[in-house]
């Protein structure tokens, strides 16, 4: 029986779309998709989600390795945070989830000053009872590590637990430690993918 439901941040409670804030700054198509992958998509990004550095640090790492650059990967840098736009359409059905008795959490491959963004300004982060952020335990997604982590450090049985992410990657990896899982392809799925858990739709009805 599931009893908590863990959610990825990106592309799952929030929308996270690296491409679309670097073409307000980048006008031409192919520069703004080279500039995006540079930045966002980077191993200098991912090392951050890692907790190798910090927003600076990031910053720094990529200048370094695109000195002629710099100036758009300050803007970059600068205006990160807007990457991430919650979707507030899902929270009233997150609400009632929690409403209904499950266990909300969160697990999400981000760095500090995504995180920090996500905390100060988020309505559905008061909904969740905790989770883990990628940088803070130095274990990224998909490796397996940090799915047996949470379950540890929470106390939870990987068939008690669903997992949401968008990235299949990931949830091929939690499926391999045992939890359920959604490969989320659209926000605006959430609830009606939820659902599909004929468990979790008697016991929302129910509520």
């Known amino acids: 029986m599931i009893t908590t439901i863990i959610f990825d941040i990106g592309n799952v409670l929030f929308e996270w779309n690296p491409f679309k804030l670097t073409e307000k700054f980048v006008s031409d198509e192919k520069e703004a998709e080279r500039l995006c992958n540079a930045v966002f998509l980077s191993q200098e990004w991912r090392n951050a989600d890692a907790g190798l550095y910090g927003r600076m640090g990031t910053m ?17 840098t600068k205006h990160a945070d807007e990457v991430l736009i919650e979707n507030k359409a899902n929270i009233p059905f ?67 637990c669903l997992f949401i992410d968008d990235f299949e990657k990931n949830t091929e990896s939690a499926a391999g430690v045992g939890l359920k899982i959604i490969n989320l ?16 739709k008697e016991k929302v009805r129910g509520e």
């Open 94 to 160: 997150i609400k009632k989830l929690k409403d209904s008795g499950f266990d909300l959490y969160f697990l999400s491959n981000t760095n500090p000053g995504d995180f920090g963004y996500i905390e100060s300004s988020s309505d559905v982060m008061q909904y969740l009872t905790g989770g883990i952020a990628s940088y803070k335990i130095r274990l990224v997604k998909p490796d397996p590590e940090i799915f047996k982590y949470f379950l540890n450090k929470f106390n939870k049985k990987a068939e008690e």
């Open 60 to 76: 720094n790492a990529l200048i370094e390795k695109y000195p002629d650059d710099i100036e758009i990967i300050k803007t970059l």
């Open 185 to 200: 392809r659209n926000m605006e799925d959430l609830q009606n993918e939820i659902l599909k858990f004929a468990e979790i």
